[in-house]
């Protein structure tokens, strides 16, 4: 359903041409969890945001669902079925929790749909809805409600950004099982988190912005976790 | 009252028609109807140039309203009134004005309110101002508003101007005695080559007394708003003034701060942010499937009126 074609992305830093995501090839299918994982700074959230058209790649194509959209803004790829969890919620100043869950699902819902949206990420609709989406709010909070965004918008490919970063006391357990739940949607979650990479019917392991490694959870684990014993032992990468 | 007027009433006081109770209607530099309650006695000063409202002690959950139309153009109009609410009482006034002006000439409206609350009393006071007409005559407003607070008393007041007036200058002036307490929310939007000038001046006499304002302003196409604060701590009191601004295509914002401190225990603060909407919240909303417009909109309505 979605397939990313030679993606190259370039920054300048200091008055040079820093390369971000390099030849990136993926495919991806239908109603399949993928997790991106990998280093900090291998370009994991990048290419989420590429995918979003929150940035332009320098080059390559966007294909979803055989259509290029490598030209689409944001909100025309959102109507397309696409969703997206922040890694940093943003807030606002005099919107409601209850006015971004009706954006969200692009209608107003009464209060059955709403409690069963929140409920699902262990928030009580009672207690959030008429409360605007500000600072005030913890960062767990804040986190869940993005979460619960998505869940309104059942959208046919979601993308989440470190879901579990902040998550607070509610537990990975029933994060992954908001995954799980998400059957009928294609998931791309980008996760440093075991318990996150083991939901996933593909792990994308990235290095410097190159897709290093594809394959199932054992598979890519096991070399990460090769890795890091290496680097341990003082050898290298 | 012709269907421009109705509509008028509508958009100042959210009337459909004349209500039952106190009310008191201006139009184009006249009172056209005015009628006092058992609780509320509106009476003509002797000079002609306002009311007196007196709202009897102990008087709960009654309102009043005070709305002023003007459909001419070329009028200037000004007018005085003044309000005394007992002790113990418990109201709510709505006044405000609504200009429709399709002429060339300017129409002018200046309302001067005093309000003298007595121990114990609290009101609550919304006031509205609108400026429509496709004339090029001017829509001008430039309300003043003069609060005394007795001890333990409480005031909370509402202002807002959305849009089409093309000149106010919004003067308030509060003094606040032992346990007194005064909240003011302003929302203004302007829009084109609109100017809208706001002055605050609260003096907190007493110990205890308390005030809170917050401004939310949006600022469209070339309009210019400046926001003047002015707090002054006598006493063991607390004040705090927030101000923020929106800024869109080429508008300007000034935010002028005085915080003064006369006393050793006055708390007093000022908060002020203007800057254009963040790009985070457009992108937010954009993935939520808005357009970057209708993501724009969305963010003002909650900004001033979440």
Request: net charge neutral; with cysteine.
């Amino acid at each position: 359903m979605l397939k990313l074609e030679n993606i190259n992305y370039f920054i300048m830093q200091n008055g040079k041409k820093k390369h971000i995501l390099k030849d990136v090839n993926l495919s991806f299918d239908e109603n399949k969890i993928y997790v991106i994982t990998g280093p900090n700074g291998s370009g994991k959230s990048t290419l989420l945001k590429l995918i979003m058209g929150i940035l332009q790649p320098s080059s390559g194509k966007v294909v979803f669902n055989g259509k290029d959209i490598t030209n689409l803004n944001i909100n025309e790829r959102a109507n397309m079925g696409m969703s997206y969890a922040f890694q940093q919620p943003v807030t606002f100043k005099g919107l409601k929790v209850e006015d971004l869950m009706n954006t969200a699902s692009g209608k107003k819902n009464d209060l059955t749909s709403l409690c069963s949206h929140l409920s699902m990420v262990g928030l009580c609709a009672r207690d959030y809805l008429n409360r605007p989406l500000d600072s005030k709010l913890s960062g767990g909070e804040l986190k869940r409600i993005e979460l619960a965004m998505v869940l309104a918008r059942k959208g046919k490919l979601n993308l989440f950004d470190e879901p579990e970063a902040g998550i607070d006391l509610w537990s990975f357990e029933n994060l992954t099982s908001i995954f799980k739940s998400l059957k009928s949607a294609t998931n791309i979650i980008v996760s440093h988190q075991n318990r996150v990479l083991e939901t996933a019917d593909e792990v994308i392991l990235l290095k410097q912005g190159k897709v290093e490694m594809l394959g199932g959870f054992e598979v890519v684990s096991k070399l990460i976790s090769q890795e890091k014993c290496t680097k341990l032992r003082g050898g290298h990468e | 009252m012709n269907k421009i007027e109705q509509a008028l009433l509508e958009k100042v006081s959210n009337l459909h028609k004349i209500p039952s109770g106190a009310f008191s209607l201006r139009s184009n530099g006249k009172v056209v109807k005015s009628s006092s309650t058992e609780d509320i006695e509106i009476v003509p000063k002797q000079d002609g140039s306002g009311v007196d409202v007196f709202v009897k002690p102990n008087v709960k959950n009654k309102s009043l309203h005070m709305p002023v139309i003007i459909t001419m153009g070329g009028l200037k109009d000004i007018v005085y009134n003044s309000f005394y609410i007992g002790e113990n009482a418990d109201v709510t006034i709505i006044a405000g004005c609504g200009i429709h002006n399709s002429t060339c000439n300017s129409s002018q409206h200046d309302g001067v309110h005093t309000f003298h609350l007595e121990k114990g009393s609290k009101l609550k006071y919304i006031e509205s101002h609108v400026g429509e007409g496709d004339g090029k005559g001017d829509k001008v407003l430039n309300p003043v508003t003069n609060i005394y607070l007795a001890e333990n008393s409480f005031m909370e007041m509402e202002t807002i101007q959305i849009e089409g007036v093309s000149s106010a200058i919004r003067k308030t002036f509060a003094q606040l005695t032992n346990d007194a307490k005064l909240i003011i929310n302003e929302k203004l939007m302007t829009n084109k080559q609109e100017k809208a000038k706001t002055e605050f001046k609260v003096e907190l006499l007493g110990e205890n007394s308390s005030v809170e304002v917050v401004s939310r302003s949006v600022a469209k196409g070339k309009s210019y708003q400046e926001f003047k604060s002015n707090l002054i701590g006598q006493g063991v009191c607390f004040g705090k003034v927030e101000c923020d601004g929106i800024l869109l295509d080429h508008a300007r914002i000034v935010s002028v701060p005085k915080i003064d401190a006369k006393n050793l225990n006055a708390t007093l603060i000022h908060e002020a942010t203007i800057g254009k909407i963040a790009g985070e919240e457009l992108v937010k909303l954009m993935t939520l499937g808005l357009s970057k417009q209708e993501a724009e909109e969305l963010i003002i309505k909650g900004f001033l009126f979440g």
